[in-house]
Structures are given as C-alpha cells and as structure tokens.
C-alpha cells in the first residue's frame, strides 16, 4: 500500500518569513511526487514534481523541494513568502511502472499573514 | 486552451436518488480520472480511463458507482442509490497519456440530504 502524510494540517507564517511543509511517504515501489496548490476558489494545479535526476526541484514562483530517498520525504519550501501564497498544498505520490492513480496526502492550509 | 470542465458546479439531491456528473477533458487527452475529496481530506482515486475503457476502477467505492467514457472525450460519473456519504466534491483530471502531468477540473459538489 502507498500513503502520504503531511505532518501540519495547518501553517500560519507572516508575509516574508520562510516556510516549509513537510510530507513523508510510504510505498513498495519507486514513485514520482508532486505538490499541488489549491488557491482559494480554484481548482488543483500542479506546482513541482520530481521525476527523476536532481532531486531538489523549484517551482516558477520561487518553491521547492527535495527529494529524500533514506528518509522517504519531499518537503516543499520557500525563503520568502508572499500573501499570494496563501493557499492549500498537497504532497502527491504516483507509482512509477504502470500506476496511473494519484495517492494524496490531506493537504496542509498555508496562510500568510501581513 | 480550455481546461478540464465539470458540470454541475454543485448538486443537491435526496437520500436515495441518482445522480449524473459529467467531465469534459482537455481536447486530444486520453486519459482522465475521477477523484472524490470528503471534507478535510485530499482527493482519493476512483477510476482510470484510457480511451474508451476503464483501465483501472479499483478506487470504486462499491456497485452504486459506475462511469463511462463512451467516445473516449466526455465522462459520466453515475451514483445510485446516493446516501449522505456520498456528500463530497468530485474531481476530474485529464492527461496526454500514462504517466503524465494531471490537470484537474473545477470539482463538482454534491449534497446529499
């Protein structure tokens, strides 16, 4: 079986401060992860995910996130954030080899505060 | 271009009836997929098509649930029998193809009362 978790359900931070999110995974097989970013009112949008190779991968509005095999986490991060990333964020995992279903975790509510 | 569309928005129908969600995905993608989000949890997988067929519904609930893709574009998500526990937002995502980038729809929220 595959599960993701996300260790904050919630993260309130003021604007310019860091943040990050953490997620930890669980499965059997090799994955690829994702986040996804739930704007209030929007639908899901993929934000990073990490295939293969490096595995510190960077989003276009300044996230990113990296890949740790030994302690099987993909923690999101970013140095400074901005009221516009308010938002919730998801940890995704897919099975790599045929597996076409996204495993999410519950999500993790990232407000920025002035 | 446009992206993934669902319709309805929101849906409130009564213990005990059927309902309908339709998915129009992304023009030239051939793979879509339902998710259902229950309050406070992320989206957990329903069924897989690609093409015409269900590829994988191993995420079905039980047999009240059914879908189809009949022209391999639009999608059909069917509940019978619909009972509180039902009540989420239903997702739908299409792709290029296996193993690729997922883009999700709107959602549609069903009520039931």
């Known amino acids: 079986a595959q599960s993701v978790t996300q260790l904050d359900s919630q993260v309130p931070v003021f604007e310019e401060a860091p943040v990050e999110l953490r997620c930890n995974y669980s499965?059997?097989?090799?994955?690829?992860l994702f986040w996804y970013v739930q704007y209030p009112n929007q639908g899901l949008q993929l934000l990073l995910k990490?295939?293969?190779?490096?595995?510190l991968v960077e989003s276009i509005n300044g996230f990113e996130a990296e890949f740790n095999k030994s302690q099987t986490s993909f923690h999101l991060r970013k140095p400074s954030v901005h009221i516009s990333d308010t938002a919730e964020y998801f940890c995704?995992?897919?099975?790599?080899?045929?597996?076409?279903?996204?495993?999410f975790g519950k999500g993790t509510k990232l407000t920025v505060n002035p | 271009g446009a992206g993934v569309s669902q319709t309805p928005s929101n849906k409130v129908t009564e213990k005990g009836k059927y309902v309908e969600l339709r998915c129009d995905p992304i023009s030239g993608h051939t793979a879509l997929y339902w998710y259902r989000q229950s309050l406070g949890q992320g989206p957990e997988f329903l069924i897989y098509?690609?093409?015409?067929?269900?590829?994988?519904d191993s995420g079905l609930p039980n047999d009240r649930f059914f879908a189809v893709r009949p022209e391999g574009s639009v999608s059909t998500l069917k509940i019978q029998r619909t009972e509180r526990g039902d009540s989420a937002v239903y997702l739908c995502?299409?792709?290029?193809?296996?193993?690729?980038?997922?883009?999700f729809g709107p959602g549609t929220r069903l009520l039931v009362l």
């Open positions: 995704v995992l897919q099975g790599q080899g045929g597996s076409e279903k996204l495993v």
């Open positions: 098509f690609q093409g015409t067929g269900a590829a994988d």
């Open positions: 990490y295939l293969s190779g490096s595995t």
């Open positions: 995502a299409s792709s290029t193809g296996a193993q690729e980038t997922q883009y």
């Open positions: 499965s059997s097989v090799s994955v690829y």
